[in-house]
């Protein structure tokens, strides 16, 4: 069956770096774009990135556009986000999810993985 398993959230100061991961299975990862969203506590879930199938569109959110970076790894089945220059307001659970995956179009999310940017 599908999985997406998030991976490299944690504490970091502000103005650190993290890189998060999300490792795929059950699914051909090359063929689909894939997604980073984020929600906050209190907030609505938000979309951070977008990454089309081969990995040459990328989109982002305006809140991160210049300090967050979203990649893959198509041979790996991995889809990295790269964060740097962290606020306090990039605190969220972030998650992975792959959109109108197979012929009934179903969207796939992870567990999620905490991001929290605190000194």
């Known amino acids: 069956q599908v999985q997406l398993v998030e991976s490299g959230g944690g504490l970091v100061q502000p103005g650190g770096s993290l890189r998060l991961s999300c490792a795929a299975s059950?699914?051909?990862?090359?063929?689909?774009?894939m997604n980073w969203y984020r929600q906050a506590p209190g907030k609505e879930r938000e979309l951070v990135a977008r990454?089309?199938?081969?990995?040459?569109?990328?989109r982002y959110g305006d809140s991160v556009k210049g300090r967050f970076t979203i990649s893959r790894d198509n041979a790996k089945n991995t889809v990295y986000l790269q964060m740097n220059s962290l606020k306090p307001e990039d605190t969220a659970v972030y998650y992975c999810?792959?959109?109108?995956?197979?012929?009934?179009?179903?969207?796939?999310w992870g567990q999620g993985t905490q991001v929290t940017v605190s000194s």
């Open positions: 990454i089309s199938s081969a990995g040459g569109n990328t």
């Open positions: 999810n792959a959109p109108d995956v197979g012929y009934r179009r179903v969207d796939y």
């Open positions: 059950g699914f051909t990862l090359s063929r689909y774009a």
